[in-house]
């Protein structure tokens, strides 16, 4: 059972560029999440969806798109990548009752 | 803006102490709480979760809740040096739709 599967690991940007950090889960979780973590600090929710085809905003949605087309995936797009979007970004999913399960993480860093 | 609230530290305890994290938080419709163990590159891992007033035992770990002080805490009895390591606070309301996390408190078991 791989829980929630986060793809890359690593990723370098060049400023303006943009990208798609891929999120899968295999528990049939309803609930999915994007946060990011900066050096030193706790998560800040980007994005979250209570099921396929409904997202919504978290505290720091700037700069970020999200679509749940799935049950299963949740990809994160980042439009014209700035440096002040580099960052650890962790996908999570859970359930009405139950707590986040987290992937192991992108790193990524904007130049 | 939902506010949780944690001493960054460090906090410093000799092996076999007990350590003692706190957290407070903002928002009083807050109903459920969690404690996060987050080594050093790597992505959150769950602790502990309560969701009443009380204390919550599990193992060495002990949660307190104080609803109407809005407060939670985590006490980790017999301290190890594997139990270093960043420790965030979580809240959430009833539904689970959103996580709010704290910045974080660093515990550092020295031998």
């Known amino acids: 059972n791989a829980g929630v599967t986060q793809t890359p690991k690593f990723r370098i940007l060049k400023i303006g560029q943009s990208m798609t950090l891929q999120c899968t889960q295999d528990?049939?979780?309803?609930?999915m999440y994007w946060y990011r973590q900066d050096p030193g600090m706790g998560l800040k929710l980007i994005y979250y969806?209570?099921?396929?085809?409904?997202?919504d905003k978290g505290e720091v949605p700037n700069g970020y798109n999200v679509s749940r087309s799935t049950t299963e995936d949740f990809p994160l797009r980042l439009e014209l990548a700035a440096p002040s979007q580099t960052s650890v970004y962790f996908c999570?999913?859970?359930?009405?009752?139950?707590?986040?399960?987290f992937g192991n993480g992108t790193r990524l860093t904007v130049t | 803006q939902k506010e949780v609230e944690q001493n960054s530290g460090p906090l410093s305890v000799p092996e076999g102490a007990i350590a003692s994290l706190n957290c407070t938080y903002s928002?009083?419709?807050?109903?459920?709480f969690f404690w996060y163990r987050q080594y050093s590159g790597k992505s959150p891992e769950l602790i502990m979760f309560?969701?009443?007033?009380g204390d919550k035992e599990d193992g060495r770990f002990t949660a307190q809740l104080n609803k109407a002080s809005q407060y939670v805490s985590l006490l980790i009895r017999d301290s190890q040096p594997s139990d270093s390591a960043t420790y965030l606070c979580?809240?959430?309301?009833?539904?689970?739709?959103?996580?709010?996390f704290g910045s974080g408190t660093k515990l550092n078991v020295k031998p």
């Open positions: 999570a999913s859970s359930t009405i009752s139950s707590p986040l399960h």
């Open positions: 528990m049939n979780h309803n609930y």
């Open positions: 979580a809240v959430a309301p009833s539904n689970f739709n959103k996580f709010y």
């Open positions: 969806s209570v099921g396929a085809g409904i997202t």
């Open positions: 309560i969701y009443s007033n």
């Open positions: 928002d009083r419709g807050s109903q459920s």
